[in-house]
């Protein structure tokens, strides 16, 4: 497991984003057109491609709720003692 799924899942969509803006414009599409052509191509891409960085994301967010609400049960557990 990663140690920050988090960061390494924004920084491959990112790597992405930029990839596809770069193809594009070297293919000559520029301004406001290229970044949503880039936008929505490197989202689809992503969907694809990332999917078990996503994965990763989905259980360390979990994990992290889970300890949390753990602490919360516990705190409040004591509290009615």
Do not use: C, Y
């Not at 988090?6 to 992405?16: D, N």
């Not at 594009?24 to 057109?33: P, Q, R, S, T």
């Not at 949503?36 to 994301?57: C, F, P, T, Y």
């Amino acid at each position: 497991m990663q140690r920050h799924p988090v960061l390494a899942f924004f920084a491959l969509r990112t790597a992405l984003l930029v990839a596809v803006a770069l193809v594009l414009w070297v293919i000559g599409v520029n301004g406001a057109l290229a970044l949503l052509i880039a936008l929505v191509v490197s989202s689809l891409l992503s969907l694809k491609l990332l999917s078990k960085q996503r994965d990763a994301v989905s259980e360390a967010i979990a994990a992290r709720v889970d300890r949390t609400r753990g602490r919360l049960d516990a705190a409040a557990a004591a509290e009615d003692e």
